[in-house]
């Protein structure tokens, strides 16, 4: 009726950076990630060599870096670094397990809007399945309007090191 709050962090999260991360990617996923625009997301899932679906998650396309390479985040429920690693063979692109970096908060609900609003504008326009860099206090946070409960929801992206603090400012 109002607002969940969960803890999300224990989701593996790889940053895939490089002249050649979308190229991996697009070979990849079964969403074509070259229609993500930088500040949105996709839920995606990717198969084995038979056409099963493997796992499933949400790739962040950020802007590129001060080189023009690619910058992406992906969120996993279970490891995958291995096989995309294989899948990289060739290219130029670096996959990193950023897992223990950043710890992610799931807001989701009717009234989460209006929660994150009171703490961040960026909520009150933000798109669906889109993402913007933020503030909460004195830490940096990617806010995404993306989530799994089929209501309003978004998620946020914080360094590990301010995750407490976000969670106690939500």
């Known amino acids: 009726n109002s607002v969940g709050v969960f803890d999300t962090s224990?989701?593996?999260k790889y940053a895939v950076t490089g002249p050649d991360a979308e190229r991996l990617l697009a070979g990849a996923l079964t969403r074509d990630i070259r229609t993500c625009r930088p500040g949105q997301a996709q839920y995606t899932a990717w198969c084995d060599d038979r056409g099963f679906v493997m796992h499933d998650g949400v790739v962040f396309r950020h802007s590129p870096d001060r080189s023009g390479a690619d910058e992406f985040l992906l969120s996993a429920a279970r490891p995958a670094l291995s096989w995309f690693q294989e899948l990289a063979t060739g290219l130029r692109?670096?996959?990193?397990?950023?897992?223990?970096?950043?710890?992610?908060?799931?807001?989701?609900?009717?009234?989460s809007r209006a929660v994150l609003a009171a703490l961040m504008p960026e909520a009150e326009s933000l798109g669906y399945f889109d993402?913007?860099?933020?503030?909460?206090?004195?830490?940096a946070v990617t806010l995404s309007r993306t989530g799994y409960t089929g209501d309003l929801g978004f998620e946020l992206t914080v360094p590990a090191d301010d995750a407490v603090a976000v969670l106690d400012a939500v």
């Open 10 to 12: 224990p989701l593996y």
């Open 93 to 111: 692109v670096e996959l990193e397990d950023v897992t223990d970096d950043y710890g992610m908060l799931a807001v989701q609900g009717p009234r």
């Open 131 to 139: 993402h913007a860099a933020t503030k909460i206090g004195g830490a």
